[in-house]
């Protein structure tokens, strides 16, 4: 009798081990579906059903963790206990992404005191930083991969910020040009000022700076202008010295050509080229 109980218990071992390999190869298919662009609304549906997933009109959030220690189960396993304490017994899919990322996907918006969980979770291995980054809620299937690539996004933002400690970063506290450069790698952002600035930078180039400021003006004003929290519309129309107006006519971008004319139609000369050298 003793060795018949043992079996039995070892059956239902192999079966729960069987569907839990099941269930974690469905989320990480689901993390390689949506880490591809253009991912249809049809094929995301099949993956959350797979995944245990309601299949609803939205919301949906989604969430990605790193650790420094890159051991396998270590960020999946912080971020699941994170996404229990705010979603208690609901559904949830939580796995990991081609790059080796974990991510999870939760229906429904996630509760405000998320971000309250996050250093507790961090917490329990104080001496690992746990970095994480959540975008904007998904407010259907065709935009869970846009609401992935925000959190990844947040994700490298929240890396840049504390390298040496846990931060949780939300995509939607992207307010402001310099909190949305966070996200990109500081050698990417050197690399980038020197090959499109070039000599603007150059601290002993006595005109670099007034063109600089005007550079960062043009940018406050048409990147970030009212509707995406910029300045106001007075800020917008202040006049600018001449050498900004004289910047900011070169700057300009190039009309595009006009179509060709059907053989035999009257000829239109093209000019390219931008005017004041």
Do not use: K
Not at 69 to 75: I, N, P
Not at 125 to 135: A, I, K, T
Request: net charge positive.
């Amino acid at each position: 009798m003793l060795h018949e109980v043992a079996a039995i218990l070892g059956r239902s071992q192999e079966a729960r081990t069987r569907r839990r390999a099941a269930a974690r190869r469905a989320v990480d298919e689901l993390g390689t579906l949506l880490a591809r662009s253009g991912a249809e609304a049809t094929d995301a549906a099949a993956a959350l059903r797979t995944c245990g997933l309601p299949v609803v009109d939205g919301p949906y959030q989604v969430v990605t963790a790193e650790m420094a220690d890159r051991r396998e189960g270590l960020a999946e396993g912080a971020l699941a206990e994170a996404v229990a304490h705010v979603a208690g017994p609901g559904p949830a899919a939580v796995g990991r992404l081609p790059d080796g990322t974990a991510f999870a996907v939760v229906p429904g918006d996630l509760p405000a005191g998320f971000g309250a969980v996050w250093p507790l979770v961090a917490g329990c291995e104080p001496s690992v930083p746990l970095h994480g980054g959540s975008g904007s809620p998904a407010a259907g299937l065709e935009r869970l991969a846009g609401a992935l690539a925000e959190a990844r996004y947040a994700l490298a933002s929240a890396r840049s910020i504390a390298p040496n400690a846990s931060l949780l970063t939300d995509a939607t506290a992207f307010t402001s040009l310099d909190t949305l450069l966070t996200g990109v790698p500081a050698d990417v952002r050197t690399a980038y000022s020197r090959t499109v600035l070039g000599s603007l930078i150059d601290t002993g180039n006595t005109s670099a700076a007034p063109l600089l400021h005007t550079l960062r003006t043009f940018l406050a004003c048409e990147l970030l202008g009212p509707h995406r929290g910029g300045p106001a519309p007075a800020r917008q129309h202040r006049p600018l010295p001449h050498p900004a107006h004289r910047a900011l006519h070169r700057t300009r971008p190039v009309p595009p050509r006009r179509p060709p004319r059907p053989v035999g139609g009257p000829a239109v000369p093209v000019v390219t080229g931008t005017a004041g050298g």
